[in-house]
């Protein structure tokens, strides 16, 4: 199990705002290190979706965001699209670990 | 165009060997940190190892599930990095991607993956 928890799933209305959390610890998330966010469409390569914890690269509409606080990291997904359904994952860095990269256990976002 | 594209995937029994190859294009290789990334049927992303590139070192990083067992290397007159994995075990059966963060190296920790393959399946079954 991942050093890294999301909630397994969330779901929203279209047009709505759904947040995704990724709860880390000391020797990850609030140690200072950056968490990144993924969207996997289904039966497709993730596509990096945030960086460093709130940036976005680009082509990634503006609905996606992301921020960080304490040991937690969160994306929020606002305007709520049929498109956005997929899974997410985030990623941090925890020093406690084999080769120190680690992914979070991922959410399932539906649209309803 | 910027790309990466694994192959070598297939089925095999337990305790046998397999090689996967991702072959890039449209970047410089030679300067990319390259990582291997895995998804068993169903379930989440997991982070399996990386190499640094040979300027920066060359050196490996493995997960603790595959140290000892995965070996990973590049061509860089291939432009293509490999992940030899022996010893394969069921639970090794996965979707198999590798990855680089291209523009975003260096600036985080960790590091971004921008850049994705397709990815390659690995069925590990007797």
């Known amino acids: 199990q991942s050093v890294l928890t999301q909630p397994p799933s969330v779901s929203g209305a279209p047009g709505q705002r759904v947040t995704i959390s990724c709860t880390g610890s000391s020797s990850n998330v609030g140690a200072g290190y950056d968490v990144h966010w993924y969207q996997q469409l289904p039966g497709a390569a993730p596509k990096l979706l945030i960086y460093a914890n709130s940036n976005r690269p680009s082509g990634v509409p503006d609905r996606f965001s992301g921020s960080k606080s304490g040991t937690s990291a969160s994306l929020a997904i606002t305007g709520l699209q049929a498109e956005d359904e997929a899974d997410y994952y985030c990623?941090?860095?925890?020093?406690?670990?084999?080769?120190?990269?680690?992914f979070g256990t991922g959410t399932k976002v539906t649209v309803l | 165009e910027v790309q990466l594209v694994e192959s070598g995937g297939g089925l095999v029994k337990p305790g046998g060997s397999l090689r996967l190859s991702c072959a890039a294009s449209?970047?410089?290789?030679?300067?990319?940190?390259m990582t291997w990334v895995r998804q068993a049927p169903g379930k989440g992303l997991e982070w399996v190892g990386r190499i640094k590139s040979k300027f920066d070192g060359g050196t490996t990083d493995y997960a603790a599930p595959v140290k000892g067992r995965f070996t990973i290397s590049t061509d860089d007159s291939k432009t293509t990095l490999y992940l030899q994995m022996n010893s394969l075990k069921t639970e090794d059966t996965a979707v198999y991607y590798c990855?680089?963060?291209?523009?975003?190296?260096?600036?985080?920790?960790?590091?971004?993956?921008?850049?994705w393959g397709q990815g390659t399946l690995v069925t590990v079954s007797s």
């Open positions: 449209g970047f410089t290789f030679s300067s990319a940190w």
């Open positions: 990623q941090s860095y925890d020093s406690s670990l084999s080769g120190s990269n680690v």
């Open positions: 990855t680089t963060p291209l523009a975003y190296s260096g600036t985080y920790t960790p590091d971004p993956f921008y850049l």
